[in-house]
């Protein structure tokens, strides 16, 4: 076995793990009683998608994006472009950050 497959295998198991603790967390279970049902997952994402980095979105919480500085540069008039750059987001998610009934308060 090459050093390779041993490592990805070690950051399969560590995903499987980081993932199995999260879910629980979130679902007030315990990660045993989870397990498979990530490690199905796992196995599904690596089988579709091997060697390949998969995009994870940021959360759309009003608290991870600084709202009030974005609305200050569209008022003075700072481009788009630039904004997006600045609070590293995505065209759509700044102009879906502008519509939200949070942020227009």
Aim: hydrophobic share 35%; with cysteine; glycine share 2%.
């Amino acid at each position: 076995m090459s050093r390779n497959t041993v490592r990805n295998k070690v950051r399969i198991s560590e995903l499987t793990e980081e993932l199995a603790v999260g879910a629980a967390l979130r679902l007030r279970c315990g990660s045993d009683d989870i397990r498979s049902v990530v490690e199905a997952v796992v196995a599904y994402l690596v089988e579709e998608y091997p060697a390949q980095d998969l995009y994870i979105p940021a959360s759309m919480q009003s608290s991870a994006y600084p709202v009030d500085e974005i609305r200050k540069g569209m008022r003075e008039q700072e481009s788009v472009r630039s904004l997006c750059k600045r609070f590293r987001i995505d065209r759509r998610t700044l102009y879906r950050l502008l519509d939200e009934p949070s942020a227009n308060e």
